[in-house]
């Protein structure tokens, strides 16, 4: 009662001096700088569904939404003997307990790129790792590489900072390999860190060995000053090669970004992680202390994940691994099959993730000036919602996420087929009606 009886007062003292002076409060820079590419689009669209048919979002990047990809019945119990077991309801380290950092680092250590516990942070997720590894990295002024199409996250966390984003160009007709000519015209003195994201958030890409190496021997890789980031997805469909980039580097220091949330399909657990490679201890014991007071702004990692990781990176069966990426392989299939046949759109099959990109020839959709206005009347005559490709600041495509159950997958494919030969025309047809 006290408490709102001085918060009144201090209302009531306010209004008295209204007529003298008004209050002024504005946000901060850094709020006012930060931008949810995506929110920003999606946000403008008109996005009314044809009531004549159920909505398929195939826009969401979260496989838990439609419940056909649970995560394995290991995992849930690693949940519940950490919350049975009563240890982990307190505050852990801001880096993570020893014991699941230890955990993380024998998971993924390996002889080329050994770890420890030391090189390894747990964090609220990759999202907090990604933030984590571009704030240790860059101050206002400096510039960072990033893949166009690429994560929108990269950019929202930078631009709000004060560090410039430079887009290098990924090649859609080379299973969306870095154009490594135009990445290297991007450089100067300025340049601080390069994101690599392999396999690709939108393009669901995963680069060969080769192609890593070219990556790693090139200019943006060579001193004074340049590091690289690596955000893992961790997805692969079978026949493809995974090849970690700190496992082919000899003296590129790499921070390796993951989580939880996509491998094991719990992405509302926040559990991720930053793997510290530096074999020649290039970053030195600054960008490891600065990674330490970092984590230090807020406690991120959630204490009950941390203590059910050891059980959830060991004790998960291989079959549960095989079982998500043969269905993510065989709805990417199915889309990029039934996509190809398609007047007018050039899907590009995936080699990993959960995404597929398509690109859509426009000059043959005149109805519409871009891929937003194509993907929204998308929503409004065939219900379903694919995410236009400029929310990656690469117009003309769309993102299709492919964890939509079977049936839906085929479903949607029908429906865009659908509306492509409504709205498709071919330049001869354009031409005779500009001529009526």
């Not at 990781?309 to 004790?315: M, Q, R, T, Y």
């Not at 990029?336 to 426009?362: C, D, F, K, Q, R």
């Not at 959709?365 to 937003?372: K, T």
């Amino acid at each position: 009662m006290d408490y709102i009886l001085h918060l009144y007062c201090i209302v009531c003292l306010a209004k008295q001096k209204s007529c003298r002076q008004r209050w002024n409060i504005r946000p901060s820079e850094m709020s006012i700088n930060t931008l949810n590419p995506i929110r920003a689009i999606v946000d403008g669209m008109k996005l009314t569904p044809n009531p004549e048919k159920p909505m398929i979002a195939l826009s969401i990047g979260d496989p838990t939404v439609f419940g056909n990809l649970p995560t394995d019945d290991k995992v849930l119990q690693a949940m519940k003997d950490a919350i049975d077991s009563n240890k982990y309801n307190g505050y852990a380290p801001s880096v993570g307990y020893q014991k699941s950092r230890e955990v993380v680092a024998n998971f993924y250590s390996c002889p080329e790129a050994p770890l420890e516990a030391e090189d390894v942070l747990l964090t609220s997720g990759c999202s907090q790792a990604i933030d984590l590894a571009i704030t240790v990295l860059c101050n206002p002024g400096d510039n960072i590489l990033v893949p166009c199409p690429g994560f929108s996250l990269y950019k929202t966390l930078a631009v709000s900072l004060g560090i410039q984003v430079k887009l290098y160009t990924l090649l859609p007709e080379k299973s969306w390999e870095i154009d490594l000519q135009h990445m290297e015209s991007l450089i100067d003195d300025r340049t601080t860190c390069l994101i690599v994201n392999n396999p690709s958030n939108p393009c669901g890409s995963v680069y060969s060995k080769e192609h890593l190496q070219n990556i790693l021997s090139g200019e943006p890789c060579s001193p004074p000053g340049h590091s690289c980031v690596l955000y893992l997805h961790d997805q692969v469909f079978p026949g493809c090669t995974y090849q970690s980039m700190a496992s082919l580097s000899s003296d590129v220091p790499i921070l390796a970004c993951g989580g939880l949330a996509k491998r094991w399909l719990v992405p509302g657990w926040r559990l991720g992680w930053i793997l510290i490679h530096d074999k020649n201890q290039i970053f030195g014991k600054e960008i490891r202390q600065g990674l330490v007071k970092l984590s230090q702004r807020i406690l991120g990692a959630c204490t009950i994940v941390q203590g059910a990781i050891e059980s959830i990176l060991n004790d998960t069966p291989q079959e549960f691994y095989h079982r998500t990426i043969s269905f993510l392989e065989s709805n990417s299939e199915i889309c990029y099959s039934e996509l190809s046949t398609v007047p007018g759109l050039t899907p590009v099959m995936p080699s990993g993730a959960m995404y597929l990109m398509v690109g859509i020839a426009m000059e043959h959709f005149p109805e519409f000036q871009n891929d937003v206005q194509f993907t929204e009347r998308l929503v409004t005559e065939q219900s379903v919602f694919c995410l236009p490709a400029t929310a990656f600041e690469y117009p003309n495509y769309f993102r299709i996420v492919v964890t939509v159950p079977e049936e839906m997958m085929v479903e949607a494919c029908t429906r865009i087929r659908e509306f492509c030969q409504r709205h498709y025309r071919t330049c001869s047809q354009d031409s005779n009606e500009l001529d009526q």
